[in-house]
């Protein structure tokens, strides 16, 4: 019997690559204001919201695709982001925004870039969002989700105590789900995501 293990460096001298990965457990972990999946860079070194109230703040708009809801990464404008989808670049053309807006518990893994990009990836000024959606197996699976932002379960930011105004009126429903398998069994799947 042989048995032989590779040591992973510690430090990566090839690449100075800077990424921060995030998968699919640790997407459905966090809070997501409006289930916007591009709310999930915030979490990244170097990301700062522009516009916080659209990001993460009381009115989050279900999967929303305006510039609001963006970073700056390293000082860039949030236009200088680059989104892609499986590959393939999910841009809006005129304004460089998100073109489309995934659900997060259809992404099986986020990749963000945000300093020295291989070419694959290069010609961004700001950072590289890479999505990978989830993909059926041979195995059926899914998930269904329902989520409750009621203005009664929520507390009063301290900005509006301070100056004596009443919590916002704001109340949302977010429902939908996901559905995977096989349709010839080893050879083509499905996925899809509502």
Known sequence: VTVSSELTPILDTD??????????????????N???????T??????????????????????????EGQVSINGNRNQT?????????????????IGYNPAPEAIENLTTITSNATA????VNGGDVIIVLKSGTNQYHGSTYG????????????????????????TQAIFGGTFGGPIKKDKLFYFVDY
């Open 15 to 32: 690449n100075s690559t800077i990424t921060s990965t995030f998968t699919a457990n640790t997407v459905a972990n966090l809070p997501l």
């Open 34 to 40: 409006g289930q916007n999946f591009s709310s999930i």
């Open 42 to 67: 915030m979490f990244i070194p170097g990301a700062v919201a522009t516009s916080p109230s659209g990001m993460s703040g009381q009115f989050g708009i279900e999967r929303d695709t305006g510039q």
């Open 81 to 97: 982001n680059n989104y892609m989808l499986d590959g393939v670049e999910i841009n809006e053309t005129i304004n460089n925004v």
């Open 120 to 123: 694959e990836y290069g010609n």
């Open 147 to 170: 989520y409750l932002e009621n203005a009664n379960l929520d507390a009063n930011s301290w900005a509006n105590n301070f100056s004596k105004t009443p919590r916002q009126p704001f």
